[in-house]
């Protein structure tokens, strides 16, 4: 290998070696947690559901619930038979006996009796059951065939229970559905979270309402903060007071300035609202917040109040940079104030512009916290953000599974969204200021 090459090889190893630190360190913080999400969106996880508040790969028992629960179902059989009349101590006999093999089925396993000696030790003493005993695995072939037998010994219980040839049916039946439950099975679902989002009618009305809210947000921010931007640029008098009081709003907690919106919005005492029927823009004050026609919009406009000071100190920053010897090359040369800003202004602040639109098109898309105190999502989802479904769907309903391909959707949603921006819109101004 030549002498140029082999340095330029060695120089290429070094700064691929003092890089990999930072690397890892996005990979740690970054892909992990979406690695995380998207396993956990394979599963049906649901914390509201004793049998699938875990992730299980394979088939396994609760056997501080089987120790608990299957002695008073035989106990319950074997005086449903004692009393019944007819020909029910025979079939209650059968059921009995069924009952028995199942447990043979399961105890037959040297682990599995080990394990329920030990829960039923500590259960007579009164004592809790650690959380390392309480689950044992189960060849899947068996516990499908033992649910089979408890699933064909409810049946039989309800056509007694139908017959009234049971004393207690609802114990026996409750019961059985009980020892039933103490089955867990495997969780594992694949894409079909996915899969059952993208064929449902919320997931595309709430990126929907995701895109309105982002489009129209950011089109009057850009807007309003291109124009405050301008203003704050010239010189005048209280010019700094000006730009500290412009940022209030920005400073302003989300959360807080979603509070009072909701009570200028408020349809009995509400300021706005009673502006803007005064001024006969709406039929009745309460609209602003319950008609789903105009919910939306207050939620925009409350937005553009907050964000739009960000935007124009972004905006302010690359006004700052222009250098003013070109303004006045360009009044030399005869144009007037328009032409400046046609042909000075817009092409230097294009740069800051860019960085400006792409931060908020994603933070914008990604709202939460104002939708969410403003609205909660209402009235009848009309304002429910893909974020607000997917925590809803995770910590309302607890789905993880569900709320965690929603997550994950959001991520592949905001990642698309950044590539095109910085490929057909900022490649140039991201490079330069990486550069």
């Known amino acids: ?53 875990a992730i299980h790969y394979s088939y396994s028992v609760n056997i501080e619930q089987y120790a608990d629960r299957f002695p008073g179902l035989l106990r319950a059989v074997k005086r449903e038979a004692g009393n019944a009349g007819g020909g029910a101590p025979s079939a209650l006999s059968a059921v009995q006996s069924k009952l028995e093999e199942v447990s043979q089925g399961l105890e037959e396993d040297p682990a599995f009796r080990k394990r329920l000696g030990k829960v039923n030790e500590l259960l007579d003493a009164f004592s809790p059951i650690p959380q390392e005993l309480r689950f044992i695995p189960v060849d899947n072939a068996k516990a499908e065939r033992l649910k089979a037998e408890l699933q064909e010994i409810r049946k039989e219980l309800a056509g007694l229970k139908a017959g009234g040839s049971l004393d207690r049916p609802d114990e026996v039946i409750g019961l059985t559905s009980a020892l039933l439950d103490t089955f867990q099975a ?58 500290a009081a412009v940022l209030i709003p920005w400073a302003t907690p989300t959360a807080v300035s979603a509070m009072i919106w909701h009570y200028l919005y ?11 029927y005064e001024a006969g823009l709406i039929s009745d004050m309460g609209t602003l917040l319950s008609s789903g026609s105009r919910v939306m919009g207050s939620v925009i406009m409350a937005d553009v109040w907050k964000t739009a000071p960000f935007v124009a100190l972004l905006l302010l920053a690359g006004l700052q940079n222009i250098p003013s010897s070109l303004y006045e090359a360009a009044w030399v040369d005869g144009g007037g104030r328009w032409k400046q800003f046609v042909h000075v202004t817009v092409p ?22 104002l939708i969410y ?5 209402g009235p009848a989802n009309s304002t429910e953000s893909v974020s607000i479904y997917a925590y809803k769907t995770m910590f309302s309903e607890l789905d993880f599974g569900k709320g965690s391909a929603l997550s994950v959707i959001v991520f592949v949603c905001v990642l698309l969204i950044s590539m095109a921006y910085v490929k057909w819109l900022g490649s140039d101004v991201v490079g330069r200021r990486a550069g």
């Open 1 to 53: 290998m030549p002498l140029k090459n082999k340095s330029k090889w060695r120089e290429g190893r070094a700064a691929y070696a003092m890089i990999l630190p930072a690397v890892l360190i996005i990979a740690a913080v970054a892909l992990w947690p979406l690695l995380r999400s998207f396993w956990i969106s394979m599963f049906d996880l649901r914390l509201n559901d004793p049998t699938r508040n």
């Open 186 to 243: 495997p969780n594992f679902v694949g894409l079909s979270h996915y899969k059952e989002l993208m064929s449902g009618g919320r997931l595309w009305e709430s990126l929907s309402n995701t895109l309105l809210f982002t489009v129209f947000a950011v089109a009057l921010e850009m807007l309003f903060g291109l124009l405050i931007a301008l203003l704050l640029n010239r010189s005048f008098r209280g010019r700094g007071l000006v730009r």
């Open 266 to 276: 408020d349809g009995q005492n509400g300021i706005v609202a009673k502006l803007l």
């Open 348 to 369: 230097l602040l294009k740069p800051a512009f860019f960085v400006a639109l792409m931060f908020r098109t994603l933070d914008a898309f990604r709202v939460f916290d």
């Open 373 to 377: 105190v403003l609205t909660g999502g």
